[in-house]
C-alpha cells in the first residue's frame, strides 16, 4: 500500500478515531496523541491492511488500544485532578492542616485496601474513582457488560468500606 491509498483509506477515518480517543481520554490534546500514534502504527503495518475486512473498525479498533494503554500509564502514575492542571492545593477556609493529612493518610491507606481487591474490581475502581470515568466509558475501556461494570462498582464499594472500618478499628485498638 502506497501513501495514496494509505490516506485514501485510513486518514478518512480519523476525525472518527479521534472522537472515540477523546470519547476514552476526556482530553483533546491526549485525543490528538493517541490518533497520531495510531496512524503511525497503521502506517508501519500498511501491508496487512489490505487484508482487512473493514479498515474503518481496524482503525478504530487501532485507536481504542492506544488510548487504553495512555489510561493505563496514567494509572500507574495517578495525580491529583489539581496538579493535572496545574492548580495548587490551597486549604479550604476552616479546613487545618491537620485535616489534609488526615485525608492524605486516608486515601493511601485507600489505595493499599484496593489492591486488596479482585483484579476486575480494582480496574473499574480505578478508572472510576482516580479517572472519573462514567460507567458507560468503563464499559468500553474493560468490555464488560453495562450491568457488569454497575456490579464490580458495588461490590468493590462495599468491600473497600468493610476493609476501610477493619482498619480504622485496628488502629483504635492499636493507639
Same mark, same amino acid.
Given at each position: 500500500?502506497?501513501?495514496?491509498?494509505?490516506?485514501?483509506?485510513?486518514?478518512?477515518?480519523?476525525?472518527?478515531?479521534?472522537?472515540?480517543?477523546? #470519547?476514552?481520554?476526556?482530553?483533546?490534546?491526549?485525543?490528538?496523541?493517541?490518533?497520531?500514534?495510531?496512524?503511525?502504527?497503521?502506517?508501519?503495518?500498511? @501491508?496487512?491492511?489490505?487484508?482487512?475486512?473493514?479498515?474503518?473498525?481496524?482503525?478504530? #479498533?487501532?485507536?481504542?488500544?492506544?488510548?487504553?494503554?495512555?489510561?493505563?500509564?496514567?494509572?500507574?502514575?495517578?495525580?491529583?485532578?489539581?496538579?493535572?492542571?496545574?492548580?495548587?492545593?490551597?486549604?479550604?477556609?476552616?479546613? @487545618?492542616?491537620?485535616?489534609?493529612?488526615? @485525608?492524605?493518610?486516608?486515601?493511601?491507606?485507600?489505595?493499599?485496601?484496593?489492591?486488596?481487591?479482585?483484579?476486575?474490581?480494582? #480496574?473499574?475502581?480505578?478508572?472510576?474513582?482516580?479517572?472519573?470515568?462514567?460507567?458507560?466509558?468503563?464499559?468500553?475501556?474493560?468490555?464488560?457488560?453495562?450491568?457488569?461494570?454497575? #456490579?464490580?462498582?458495588?461490590?468493590?464499594?462495599?468491600?473497600?468500606?468493610?476493609?476501610?472500618?477493619?482498619?480504622?478499628?485496628?488502629?483504635?485498638?492499636?493507639?
Amino acid at each position: 500500500m502506497d501513501a495514496e491509498e494509505f490516506k485514501a483509506s485510513v486518514l478518512v477515518h480519523s476525525v472518527r478515531m479521534w472522537r472515540m480517543a477523546v #470519547t476514552l481520554l476526556h482530553d483533546p490534546e491526549d485525543a490528538n496523541d493517541a490518533v497520531q500514534d495510531a496512524v503511525v502504527r497503521l502506517w508501519q503495518r500498511r @501491508d496487512s491492511l489490505e487484508n482487512a475486512v473493514n479498515i474503518q473498525a481496524y482503525c478504530i #479498533t487501532s485507536v481504542k488500544r492506544v488510548a487504553i494503554d495512555m489510561l493505563r500509564a496514567r494509572q500507574s502514575q495517578p495525580t491529583s485532578p489539581l496538579d493535572q492542571y496545574g492548580m495548587e492545593h490551597e486549604p479550604q477556609p476552616g479546613y @487545618d492542616e491537620s485535616q489534609r493529612l488526615d @485525608d492524605s493518610e486516608s486515601l493511601g491507606v485507600v489505595k493499599m485496601l484496593l489492591s486488596r481487591l479482585p483484579h476486575d474490581q480494582q #480496574t473499574v475502581m480505578r478508572l472510576s474513582a482516580f479517572n472519573g470515568c462514567s460507567n458507560d466509558e468503563i464499559r468500553q475501556i474493560t468490555g464488560f457488560s453495562a450491568d457488569n461494570v454497575r #456490579t464490580l462498582l458495588s461490590r468493590a464499594r462495599r468491600r473497600l468500606k468493610e476493609l476501610f472500618k477493619a482498619y480504622q478499628s485496628c488502629q483504635k485498638t492499636v493507639v
